[in-house]
């Protein structure tokens, strides 16, 4: 008697030596996958555990979710079954397990009462068994303040110097801090995925640049000589704090289209060695530029001349 069963094609990808599929397998531990008896089960953990660091999976409709899972067009043809069998009870498992080191929740996409897509959350857990030892994260990423895949840092790795990325992390980390400041909602695995996607590392680079020729050089004009002085005495940020928030109130008093014209017209006033990285920001931020400080260095002293209202002490 022959028996045959058929894995999904992301484990078939693994056994054949495809290195893209082999990469993912690279940070689970397998102590904990070889404890799961269920293929579904195991599936899942490995899934979640690929975006630990960004806490939810991509989402899936439920036919890629199908295809994932390795579950052929004619077993649990009808939905119910499968969220029984392939996605209820594999995640009650993981979940419930002493040996898992994640708790798993599938998130639903709905039209009217169908289901039509799904993806999940996950994040770590204590395990109340054996210790292990997770894969050493590389120094590059010691700043991030939550944990990324070592497949997604060997992914970075092959894309970016250490240096681009623990810049772009680094940058990333202020943002994140002015959104929480402004209490809003922060997904840092989420914002680091972009900061390194965009190489956010390189505006720091291009605005240490630029700070070190405003230093080194003599503005050849009033507008050029307020954003020298500006520059070196933002090191008083509670001055500065006053001044961004005065010209921040006025400049958002005005419709959008006037914010969006003042901010075209600083920019071509601008030298060739700011007027770059200025238009690039904007283009990419929009109306957003306004939180970045390597902006509105340019842009208020280019008001405070327009509006005639200098900049006291500056």
Known sequence: LTIGFKFPSVIDDVMLGVDNAKAIFQM?????????????E???????????GV?????????????YMGVKPSEYAEFMKLNEWVIKKPIKSINDSQISDIVVEAIYNRNGRK?????????????????????QSNPAFTCAKVSIPISAQEEYLAAHTAEQISLSIERANQYCEQLEKKQKSVNYGAIYKVAIAENWGQQFEEQRTIYAEIKAKKIRNK??????????????????????????ERLKSLPEDEQHALIVDCIK????????MARNNYEKFQLDVLEKPSFTALLWPYLAERWNEPIEGF
Not at 55 to 67: A, F, K, W
């Open 28 to 40: 689970l531990n397998w102590d904990v996958f070889n404890h799961f008896s269920g293929k579904y």
């Open 269 to 276: 006033a601008q030298k060739p060695v700011f007027k770059t």
């Open 55 to 67: 806490g939810r999976t991509p989402y899936m409709t439920i036919d890629e979710l199908r295809e």
């Open 42 to 52: 195991a599936i899942i953990y490995k899934l979640c555990k690929d975006y630990i």
């Open 115 to 135: 289901v039509i897509g799904i993806h999940f959350t996950v994040q770590l857990k204590n395990q109340a068994s054996f210790p292990f030892v997770e894969p």
């Open 223 to 248: 507008t050029h000589e307020n954003e020298e002085l500006l520059v070196d005495k933002t090191q008083n940020k509670s001055d500065w704090a006053m001044i961004n928030q005065r010209f921040l």
